[in-house]
């Protein structure tokens, strides 16, 4: 079981949000899971904000970002927002000596991750990242197996991050024009995810890397894009593994296809997001399918099964044990694998290298942050 709020010594958690669209909700649920009370929310508009505070229980609607990071009553900020407004909201959040959890991109530039980063371990408050499929029981049992020795050196992975919903000319989005989204789409929104599982699951950072991206389409919805619509990358471990990666959010009928498959000189394993209750491993002499079993798992992954062996546990458990991790590091806990500013800031140093590559005809870049 994940650790609760209340096993902190803290008290109750008091949480404000920043953004009222998909990932306030599920952030506001993830919250109360764990115990905390969402005081107050606030988004671009007043009339939003009162909409917002109604449909997700929160006590009241600030009338705009700074009201809501002066309040006393206020622990932790959920920034929820465009990714261009991140950086400059969490380091007003931490100015405030508020808590931050800021949904990935952390920034759009390295320099202000860094920055942001080094903001928030030197005023020793939590900052944490939501590179939640950290958070699936099975990918802590293919880390844990990893970690034993079980899989062997690794030599080899072949991953990707698939999905659909920017298949179609007229699919639109903010995050298609870099003055919301940043300079990179779909590589900075889900390739950021695929990474962080890599270097999380094997315990190995990736030193260099090849790229090459496409944009499908120069408009969408009678507006310019100047992001790419997907990504594939060549890499290279600290241990000399090679990879293969896949970003794409223009592949029909893949909705959210993170799949990790990592090949071991004794072992395989692979996950997939979309089947999270099972992990994979291939041998020489036979293979087997694992079914997540609170019974069977390992430590790290037996804490975050919160229901029993054949009831499916899915996004919204992941991100609720990520929360939960989150306020008890609040509350003074070191819980194990939290994803905190710091990976972050690895991220966009990762997405930079991305840009860097493919803008120089796939040329292989260094990754030494």
């Not at 909409?51 to 932790?76: C, K, P, S, T």
């Not at 979309?274 to 992990?279: I, S």
């Not at 609170?294 to 790290?300: K, L, W």
């Amino acid at each position: 079981m994940t650790t609760d709020v209340t096993d902190t010594g803290l008290g109750t958690i008091r949480a404000g949000i920043l953004g009222g669209g998909f990932m306030a909700r599920v952030h506001r649920a993830a919250a109360r899971d764990a115990g905390g009370e969402l005081r107050a929310i606030a988004t671009r508009s007043a009339a939003g904000g009162r909409d917002a505070a109604q449909a997700l229980g929160a006590e009241r609607a600030e009338v705009d970002a700074d009201a809501l990071l002066d309040a006393d009553d206020i622990d932790v900020v959920h920034i929820c927002t465009p990714n261009a407004t991140h950086a400059d909201l969490a380091r007003r959040a931490l100015h405030a000596g508020k808590h931050v959890i800021c949904e990935k991109p952390l920034a759009t530039t390295a320099d202000d991750a860094r920055e942001l980063a080094e903001a928030a371990a030197a005023a020793g408050l939590i900052g944490a990242v939501p590179f939640i499929y950290r958070y699936h029981p099975m990918v802590r049992e293919a880390r844990a197996r990893i970690a034993r020795g079980e899989a062997g050196d690794l030599l080899t992975l072949d991953c990707s991050y698939l999905q659909d919903w920017m298949l179609l000319p007229g699919d639109d989005d903010w995050r298609v024009r870099s003055e919301a989204g940043g300079a990179s789409r779909a590589f900075a929104d889900i390739g950021s995810h695929l990474c962080d599982l890599i270097e999380f699951v094997t315990g190995e950072r990736i030193r260099a890397l090849s790229a090459r991206s496409r944009r499908v389409y120069a408009e969408r919805g009678g507006h310019a894009v100047d992001t790419e619509d997907l990504v594939a990358v060549l890499v290279e471990t600290g241990s000399g593994a090679l990879g293969t990666l896949l970003i794409s959010q223009m592949a029909p009928g893949r909705k959210n296809a993170l799949t990790l498959e990592l090949h071991g000189s004794r072992q395989s394993l692979r996950f997939e997001q979309e089947r999270p209750e099972e992990l994979w491993v291939g041998m020489r002499e036979e293979s087997r399918l694992l079914l997540r079993d609170p019974a069977t798992a390992g430590a790290d992954a037996g804490r975050l099964q919160r229901v029993p062996a054949g009831h499916a546990m899915g996004y919204q458990d992941a991100f609720n044990g990520f929360v939960a991790d989150v306020y008890a590091a609040i509350g003074g806990a070191r819980p194990d694998g939290l994803p905190t500013f710091a990976d972050g800031h690895r991220s966009a140093v990762l997405t930079e290298a991305v840009l860097d590559s493919a803008a120089h005809d796939g040329r292989w870049v260094e990754v030494t942050a």
